[in-house]
């Protein structure tokens, strides 16, 4: 069974409204938890590292302000799209290392985000 | 350049046939190397990782890396229709997030 969990799979909302996606780990506990963007034909690009307790760590030309990110414990991350627009419709993936080493990374379902 | 190259096909091959997904990189220190399946509309799922140089086989797949040439390889034997899909490779290193290709489109056909 998938070991993380992701939530919608799929939202449609209007423009200048906020959508939050959840991220659970299942079975595991995840410090780290990362997300990623991905669009069509294209691969996946790091977005931001959550951290458990701490602030989230974004890449560059991310805004911080727009995708508000909160690892507020060990099994859940929580990606929030604000004041969303049409083109930040995409799929947006977590993804969480389960085992100690760090190698095993398992990516949650993904959600379908589509800004009418 | 980006860290990793991955040709993005469409590769599209018979039932039966063995199917060879490459990917080279630029970063030698990269210690971990993944190969991922995903389907349409769906998330990635891991197929393999290895964080050596050599061979490492799972049933019909077979991951093979080349440190030494950065070029890291997915084999699949006997594929079969239900392989079709994306195949990602993805790099990284201890703690960090990875760094993937653009993703292989493979389609085999029946």
């Known amino acids: 069974g998938a070991v993380v969990s992701q939530h919608p799979s799929r939202v449609i909302c209007k423009s200048g409204t906020s959508v939050k996606i959840e991220c659970r780990s299942l079975?595991?506990?995840?410090?780290?938890m990362f997300w990623y963007r991905q669009f069509p034909k294209q691969s996946l690009m790091l977005m931001a590292t959550?951290?458990?307790?701490?602030?989230?760590?974004?890449e560059q030309g991310v805004e911080k302000d727009k995708f508000l990110i909160n690892h507020a414990s060990l099994t859940l991350s929580t990606l929030t799209v604000t004041s969303a627009h049409p083109e930040d419709s995409s799929f947006y993936i977590c993804?969480?290392?389960?085992?100690?080493?760090?190698?095993?990374?398992?990516f949650g379902q993904g959600t379908r985000l589509t800004v009418v | 350049q980006k860290e990793v190259e991955q040709d993005p096909g469409p590769l599209s091959v018979p039932e039966g046939a063995i199917v060879s997904l490459n990917c080279t990189y630029s970063?030698?220190?990269?210690?971990?190397f993944m190969w991922y399946r995903q389907y349409s509309r769906k998330g990635p799922e891991l197929l393999m990782y290895?964080?050596?140089?050599g061979n490492k086989e799972d049933g019909r797949f077979t991951a093979q890396v080349d440190k030494s040439s950065k070029y890291i390889s997915l084999f699949i034997r006997d594929s079969q229709p239900s392989d079709s899909a994306t195949y990602l490779c993805a790099l990284g290193g201890s703690g960090y997030a990875l760094n993937f290709g653009k993703g292989t489109s493979l389609l085999v056909t029946p």
């Open positions: 079975d595991f506990q995840a410090t780290t």
């Open positions: 993804s969480a290392y389960r085992d100690s080493l760090n190698t095993e990374a398992f």
């Open positions: 290895t964080y050596s140089s």
């Open positions: 959550s951290n458990e307790g701490s602030k989230a760590t974004y």
């Open positions: 970063n030698s220190a990269f210690q971990y």
